[in-house]
């Protein structure tokens, strides 16, 4: 246009040149006014170009000078639009990625940010289509508010949390305070040989049966101990007993609960979530355990072997209490099998 302009102006007269001047200040000062400010240093660097453009408009500057003047102008803001372009591409690119690493770290969140979640990606979606630094800044609006939801959403779950947390303290010490007021005895474990007997196995039997607890009774008899009172006395095969209840002690848990049931047999309550042949292969480890005891008999000392015979029963299987308890005491009483 200004190659046009230069050869029709070769012989203009004054006001034409005037006119022309005017219209390259306009010009000029529009380009300067309405530039779009990308990268803040490079947008005071064009501002200075353009103002030198500027001041060079002398008030005698011949139209072809001028026009000169305006090609540079316009030449200095294509250099200028093009860094612009390329710092919005820039910085679009850089807001996308922590957009999706922010979109990606919410959404691993509880589902309470699922709102949150939803909203960054729409921002996201809208960041790809930008093309200009207006929409940019708008979109960084959008994302600051979601931010701030988002931080509200946080504070909130942990306000909730934190309630949740005490008020499960809070029931944990009462429940603490009440059972050590129903049952102070319960906390001091039971001394060495001093099982529960049979009328508290049928008591914790009756109440599993009336529950329907998952719970097995494991039934284990002592082998040859009225054999071993026979030949050395009663308190020889007491010493068997108790050191085997002793044994059940240690390869049971701790929540175990061991009866006396009869002279020599025990009965222990398991509360096992799991089938009955995992827990007879639980007893079984325990029963199969090659035990020895040594007594003593007046002056001499005796090693013993110490075996048994068991026998798991599924409680929550049972009819009754009283079936029950008829299957334990035929188990016990059943003749122990020959000894090879």
């Known amino acids: 246009?200004?190659?046009?302009?230069?050869r029709y102006l070769s012989g203009a007269d004054q006001e034409l040149a005037e006119s022309l001047l005017r219209m390259a200040r306009l010009l000029l000062e529009?380009?300067?006014?309405?530039?779009?400010?990308?990268?803040?240093?490079?947008?005071d660097k064009f501002q200075r170009d353009i103002a030198k453009l500027e001041d060079s408009l002398?008030?005698?500057?011949?139209?072809?000078?001028?026009?000169?003047?305006a090609g540079a102008a316009a030449k200095t803001l294509e250099d200028y639009n093009q860094r612009t372009t390329r710092f919005v591409r820039a910085q679009s690119a850089e807001l996308?990625?922590?957009l999706s690493m922010l979109t990606e770290t919410v959404a691993s969140l509880s589902a309470g940010s699922e709102r949150s979640v939803t909203r960054l990606q729409t921002?996201?979606?809208?960041?790809?289509?930008?093309?200009?630094?207006?929409?940019?800044?708008?979109?960084?609006?959008?994302?600051?508010?979601?931010?701030?939801?988002?931080?509200e959403e946080a504070r909130r779950q942990r306000e909730e949390t934190a309630r949740t947390i005490t008020e499960l303290r809070n029931e944990i010490r009462k429940a603490q305070q009440r059972q050590a007021t129903l049952a102070p005895a319960a906390a001091k474990p039971p001394a060495e040989g001093s099982s529960m007997g049979r009328a508290e196995a049928e008591q914790a039997l009756a109440q599993a049966v009336q529950e329907g607890?998952?719970?097995?009774?494991?039934?284990?008899?002592?082998?040859?101990?009225?054999?071993?009172?026979?030949?050395?006395?009663?308190n020889a095969?007491?010493?068997?007993?108790?050191?085997?209840?002793?044994?059940?002690?240690?390869?049971?848990?701790?929540?175990?609960?061991?009866?006396?049931?009869g002279v020599a047999s025990f009965v222990v309550l398991l509360d096992r979530p799991y089938s009955l042949e995992s827990t007879r292969s639980e007893v079984q480890r325990v029963a199969s355990v090659r035990l020895e005891k040594t007594i003593q008999i007046g002056t001499r000392t005796v090693l013993l072997p110490v075996t048994?015979?068991?026998?798991?029963?599924?409680?929550?299987?049972?009819?009754?209490?009283?079936?029950?308890?008829?299957?334990?005491?035929?188990?016990?009483s059943k003749p122990a099998p020959a000894q090879s």
């Open 96 to 98: 996308q990625a922590m």
């Open 213 to 234: 607890a998952h719970v097995f009774a494991a039934v284990f008899v002592v082998d040859r101990v009225e054999l071993v009172n026979a030949r050395f006395g009663p």
């Open 308 to 332: 048994c015979r068991w026998s798991v029963l599924p409680v929550f299987d049972a009819v009754s209490l009283q079936q029950l308890v008829d299957e334990i005491d035929k188990f016990v």
């Open 30 to 43: 529009a380009i300067r006014v309405h530039a779009v400010v990308g990268d803040q240093a490079d947008y």
């Open 237 to 261: 095969g007491e010493q068997l007993v108790r050191y085997f209840r002793h044994h059940l002690a240690q390869g049971l848990l701790s929540s175990d609960s061991v009866y006396r049931w």
């Open 1 to 6: 246009m200004f190659i046009t302009l230069k």
């Open 58 to 69: 002398g008030e005698q500057l011949p139209p072809a000078e001028v026009l000169v003047v």
């Open 123 to 151: 921002i996201e979606k809208q960041l790809e289509r930008a093309s200009v630094l207006e929409d940019i800044r708008g979109l960084k609006a959008k994302l600051s508010e979601c931010l701030q939801s988002l931080r």
